[in-house]
């Protein structure tokens, strides 16, 4: 997936750059589209020389420093900056590994990127017996800027003024440095926003379930339009869906429309709470997914009825439907802020449990065997939680993969740390999937199952 997403690029290109063939390219000529802020054209390969390497990383920078774009080989321009003609380049694994070393060498810090090979099946092969195409350079707008190019043993910072490039001021550097670390602190502060809402719509009363939450808010944010259109598609994506990774559990059955967000739970009659599962997913990427969290003495509560009422306050949350829940919630979180709003860039993650109180003493456990569950520490139960926090690239989290799982387990081993558990043992930060650890002969098999569709490797330590 490529992580550069732009509503107007793709309506330029007629299509996702994902999807980018040379037809699509051939069409930018006929229409006699023109070069932009976002679209950048060069007739020829990049050369060897000094003075080409650097404009290569000037090239990038720019982009990555402004608002991202397209850097496209192999299109000839007019003096007005219009394709005219796609001759087209000669392409070559080799050859996008030397520019990729080009840009790691001469920009600081080295920003996303993805470099496409786009064969032309019209030109065939050049003299050389060279494959021709098109080499697509796609550089997202990168919450990293000021990226800097080495010149002449000195640091540039390059930006995009319309279809040019040109160099920042002194004043301007230091006020871009100054933008970068305001903007994760606006991150953090967004993410204790929407969780304070997420929060203040679920159903938590004395005899409701916890709640396990996942919160995400994109470094980029996106800009998603709300209308009849969008919220209509939504209802379709929802409505009697199961977004959990287990079929036992809960299913959408409402869908509303919020202060520019899009509203989902599991109520299936009128309540102002959300019940079994939520989802609120904002219009500029951000958003919380709430699962209930199964509380494992809700079944002691049930079959001794002598229990004590001190005994009945405890809540023993079931380590390996946390685990499931932080999967999920990331993977839907992040499918909402790349594909909905094109959101991008890191995402800062989170996840907590709620409520933790002293009204409710909670620990973490499990009922291996179907036996009574048991607390997995020996220490007393906690009456305060902190929420786990991480950042993981917003395109790793927005499919299933081995990079999911790796973001999903530092999440979760850090939940469980807080209750004592050093390390929670579903999933391993080396994005694997331990089976022994998923107790639940249901949800193992079903879990298994997802892992080896979406090549996640199991093992059985």
Request: glycine content about 8%; aromatic content about 6%.
């Amino acid at each position: 997936m490529v992580a550069l997403r732009s509503r107007r690029l793709e309506s330029v290109f007629g299509v996702q750059l994902d999807s980018l063939a040379f037809h699509h390219i051939h069409a930018l000529v006929a229409a006699g589209v023109q070069e932009s802020f976002d679209l950048d054209f060069k007739l020829t390969l990049y050369g060897r020389s000094d003075a080409d390497k650097r404009s290569l990383a000037s090239d990038v920078a720019a982009l990555a420093n402004t608002g991202g774009g397209v850097i496209l080989l192999g299109i000839e321009e007019d003096d007005q900056a219009r394709a005219t003609n796609a001759p087209g380049v000669e392409i070559s694994d080799a050859e996008v590994a030397r520019m990729r070393q080009v840009i790691a060498s001469l920009v600081a810090p080295m920003p996303a990127l993805d470099i496409l090979s786009v064969p032309d099946k019209a030109a065939g092969v050049g003299e050389a017996g060279a494959e021709q195409g098109f080499i697509v350079v796609a550089v997202p707008r990168s919450p990293g800027a000021p990226h800097a190019v080495l010149v002449n043993d000195g640091l540039r910072f390059p930006m995009r003024n319309g279809a040019t490039t040109r160099y920042l001021s002194e004043p301007e550097v230091a006020t871009a440095y100054r933008n970068r670390f305001a903007s994760v602190q606006r991150q953090a502060e967004r993410m204790e926003q929407i969780e304070q809402d997420a929060i203040g719509n679920l159903a938590v009363g004395d005899r409701d379930q916890p709640w396990i939450v996942v919160s995400l808010v994109p470094a980029l944010p996106g800009d998603m339009t709300f209308s009849r259109e969008t919220f209509e598609a939504f209802q379709q994506d929802y409505m009697g869906r199961q977004v959990t990774l287990s079929s036992h559990g809960p299913s959408i059955h409402r869908t509303r429309v919020g202060r520019r967000r899009l509203l989902a739970d599991g109520t299936s009659s009128y309540d102002p709470e959300a019940r079994w599962i939520s989802l609120e997913l904002h219009g500029d990427g951000a958003g919380a997914f709430s699962q209930v969290a199964f509380d494992l003495n809700e079944r002691r509560r049930r079959e001794v009825p002598s229990t004590t009422d001190e005994e009945q306050r405890f809540q023993i949350i079931s380590d390996e439907w946390m685990a499931a829940g932080v999967v999920a919630g990331l993977l839907e979180l992040a499918r909402h802020a790349r594909d909905r709003t094109a959101a991008g860039g890191e995402a800062l993650i989170r996840a907590q449990l709620y409520p933790v109180s002293s009204e409710r003493p909670t620990t973490i456990g499990h009922a291996r065997g179907y036996g009574f569950p048991e607390s997995r520490t020996e220490e007393h139960y906690r009456t305060r939680a902190e929420p786990a926090e991480a950042a993981a690239s917003l395109d790793d989290l927005a499919q299933p993969s081995p990079q999911l799982v790796q973001a999903a387990a530092l999440l979760l081993d850090e939940l469980g740390q807080a209750f004592g558990v050093p390390e929670m043992g579903q999933l391993s930060r080396d994005g694997r999937v331990r089976r022994p650890y998923w107790g639940s002969s249901t949800l193992r098999g079903e879990i298994v199952v997802w892992a080896e569709k979406n090549g996640i490797e199991i093992i059985d330590e």
